[in-house]
């Protein structure tokens, strides 16, 4: 059973920087899409970013420029760069992968946005304030 573990968040002033890591294990996959998506209370769920197979990337809107996605594949481990945090950033953050070897990172990203196929982590908590 494949689980992921988030950490990383934590409360910051605006513009200021944070990195998420996702470690996955009970792996058995050799291809996988990974992302991010986040959540706020009373707001709708959004994909954040996400890598497939390829290394391809996609990000939301609001957080290109400012948010970086990249893997150690070595160490089974997502990261997430976010630099020039808003407080609109604020959410709990969530990784997650899709076993789908032809899986693209824009599909991946939609995915996780309006569908709930995948594994998926707990969270973790990014706070910033202004």
């Known amino acids: 059973q494949v689980q992921l573990q988030e950490s990383g968040g934590g409360s910051v002033q605006s513009g200021g920087s944070l990195r998420l890591s996702c470690v996955a294990s009970?792996?058995?996959?050799?291809?996988?899409?990974m992302g991010w998506f986040r959540q706020a209370p009373g707001k709708e769920r959004e994909g954040v970013t996400a890598?497939?197979?390829?290394?391809?990337?996609s990000y939301a809107d609001s957080v290109k420029g400012r948010f970086n996605i990249s893997q150690d594949n070595t160490k089974h481990t997502l990261y997430l760069h976010m630099s020039t945090l808003k407080p609109e950033d604020t959410a709990m953050y969530h990784c997650?992968?899709?076993?789908?070897?032809?899986?693209?990172?824009?599909?991946?990203?939609?995915?996780?946005?309006?569908?709930?196929?995948?594994?998926r982590g707990q969270g973790t908590q990014v706070t910033v304030s202004s």
């Open positions: 997650a992968l899709f076993p789908i070897p032809a899986m693209t990172a824009r599909q991946a990203l939609d995915v996780m946005t309006f569908g709930d196929h995948g594994y």
């Open positions: 890598i497939d197979s390829k290394g391809r990337t």
């Open positions: 009970g792996l058995t996959h050799v291809t996988y899409s």
